[in-house]
C-alpha cells in the first residue's frame, strides 16, 4: 500500500499562481506516471495531467494546458503541480494519483483544496 500526501492548496485570487505537491513519505516504488486530477462541487472528478514517471513526458487536459505544469523529483517520490494564472473555475479538490503499471491509476491522495476567488 502507498500513502500519497498532497500539500500547497488554498484560497487565492484570479490570475494568481499556487504549487501542489503530492509526496509518498517512507515508501519506494515504482511508478508508471504520476497524474493530477481535480473534483469541484457538483462535478465529476476530472483529469488534470500526468507525467510519465521514467522520461518526465507531461501531458494535460486543454483546460489547463498553458498554464500548469507537472513536474517530478525522482530521489524524492515527489510530483509538483505548478498552476498559474488561475481561474474560478479551476476551483476544485485536487487529488494526485499514482499509477504503477499501465493498467490505471492504484493509489490515490486524500486530496486538496484549491479555491480561486474572483
Known amino acids: 500500500q502507498v500513502q500519497l500526501v498532497e500539500s500547497g492548496g488554498g484560497l487565492v485570487q484570479t490570475g494568481d499562481s499556487l504549487s501542489l505537491s503530492c509526496a509518498a513519505p517512507?515508501?519506494?516504488?515504482?511508478?508508471?506516471?504520476m497524474g493530477w486530477f481535480r473534483q469541484a462541487p457538483g462535478k465529476d472528478r476530472e483529469f488534470v495531467g500526468g507525467?510519465?514517471?521514467?522520461?518526465?513526458?507531461?501531458y494535460y487536459a486543454d483546460s489547463v494546458k498553458g498554464r500548469f505544469t507537472i513536474s517530478r523529483d525522482i530521489a524524492k517520490n515527489t510530483v509538483h503541480l505548478q498552476m498559474n494564472s488561475l481561474k474560478p473555475e479551476d476551483t476544485a479538490i485536487y487529488y494526485c494519483?499514482?499509477?504503477?503499471?499501465?493498467?490505471?491509476?492504484?493509489?490515490w491522495g486524500q486530496g486538496t483544496q484549491v479555491t480561486v476567488s474572483s
Open positions: 494519483a499514482l499509477r504503477t503499471t499501465v493498467a490505471g491509476y492504484d493509489y
Open positions: 517512507g515508501r519506494t516504488f515504482t511508478a508508471y506516471e
Open positions: 507525467i510519465k514517471w521514467n522520461f518526465g513526458n507531461t
